[in-house]
């Protein structure tokens, strides 16, 4: 299994990115495949989770109404699109999956998750 993500960006506050993460390894099958985040001094922070066989995202809190999480099946590249940035979005994020599928049920654990990939750093400007 191999993880790429990209798209990390500077961007002000109130702009938008789009992550992509481009999974391989992973199917045919069912999956889970999710989106964390951790800032400076912060622990590890669930935002989504899709389950490959459901398609529908779970979503953390933090981010709900503001954070699109998107699967493109045919280029087995998920996406982050994030609206309405605020400084403290600032953080690496990263892409991570597990051939587990129902751990989206538990997304807030990262150790549920065995496959991560580099993260890619997005900076929020105020």
């Known amino acids: 299994v191999q993880l790429v993500e990209s798209g990390g960006a500077l961007v002000q506050t109130g702009g938008s990115l789009r992550l992509s993460c481009a999974a391989s390894?992973?199917?045919?099958?069912?999956?889970?495949i999710a989106w964390f985040r951790q800032g400076p001094g912060k622990e590890r922070e669930a935002l989504s989770c899709i389950r490959a066989s459901e398609g529908s995202p779970y979503y953390g809190d933090s981010v709900k109404g503001r954070f699109t999480f998107s699967m493109d099946n045919a280029k087995n590249t998920v996406y982050l699109e994030m609206n309405r940035l605020k400084p403290e979005d600032t953080a690496v994020y990263y892409c991570?999956?597990?051939?587990?599928?129902?751990?989206?049920?538990?997304?807030?654990?990262?150790?549920?998750?065995?496959?991560w990939g580099q993260g890619t750093q997005v900076t929020v400007s105020s």
């Open positions: 390894g992973l199917a045919p099958g069912d999956y889970a």
């Open positions: 991570a999956a597990s051939f587990a599928a129902y751990v989206c049920g538990l997304m807030k654990r990262p150790s549920e998750f065995d496959y």
